[in-house]
């Protein structure tokens, strides 16, 4: 993926999934820092540890699962969570969605 970059044919590179202890072997090995750090990130998973290890790193986490839905959660995930709809509401904010999405 470097060779990409050289090339400039991407500018950036991410990871996904990668666990504190994997990001620091990336980083002790890589020219190119990650700019991202794609994991299942939101209020049921916050993963705080990784967050502040990646922030630290100057790597942004993102969320690929924001609503908390997968294939075995197929009824909304957090989405139908009455204290995220309480939050949003008081927030001023739609809905529960525009929330999650915030809180990422």
């Known amino acids: ?26 980083l002790s090995q890589c020219r190119y820092k990650p700019v991202a750090n794609q994991v299942e990130v939101h209020p049921g998973v916050p993963n705080d540890e990784l967050r502040q290890y990646c922030q630290s790193k100057g790597i942004v986490m993102m969320s690929y699962k924001p609503y908390g839905i997968d294939g075995t959660n197929i009824d909304g995930g957090l989405l139908h969570n009455k204290e995220i709809k309480a939050i949003a509401e008081a927030a001023g904010l739609p809905s529960g969605a525009h929330l999650l999405l915030q809180w990422n």
């Open 1 to 26: 993926m470097e060779a990409l970059v050289d090339e400039g044919l991407v500018k950036d590179i991410g990871v996904s999934n990668f666990t504190i202890e994997e990001v620091d072997l990336l």
